[in-house]
C-alpha cells in the first residue's frame, strides 16, 4: 500500500480519515472499532462512492462521551448508552 502524500500546508490537519486512521486515531484496534461503529458507540463513516471517511470531530466527540474509568457503566463492553453519539 503506498502512502498518501501530505499535499496540506504545514500545520493543517485533515478532517476526514479512513477506516484504520480513525481507528488509530481513537487510539483502539481496527476490530473494536468497527464493533463501535457496528453498536452506534462511534459515528458512521460519510460516504462518497466507495470511500468511507470518518469525521475527526465526530470521532473525537464521541470517544468524549465514553464514560470515564471510574464512572459506572452498564457493561465493560461498548453497550454504555451510547447509541445516539450525536445528541
Wanted: aromatic fraction near 8%; glycine fraction near 8%.
Amino acid at each position: 500500500m503506498s502512502k498518501i502524500r501530505n499535499h496540506l500546508p504545514q500545520g493543517l490537519h485533515p478532517i476526514g480519515l479512513n477506516f484504520m486512521a480513525a481507528a488509530e486515531f481513537i487510539g483502539y484496534s481496527p476490530n473494536t472499532f468497527k464493533h463501535m461503529v457496528d453498536t452506534g458507540v462511534m459515528p458512521s463513516p460519510r460516504v462518497y462512492g466507495a470511500r468511507r471517511t470518518w469525521i475527526v470531530d465526530e470521532l473525537a466527540m464521541a470517544l468524549r462521551k465514553l464514560p470515564k474509568a471510574n464512572e459506572n457503566s452498564s457493561s465493560p463492553e461498548c453497550d454504555n448508552g451510547l447509541k445516539g453519539w450525536d445528541d
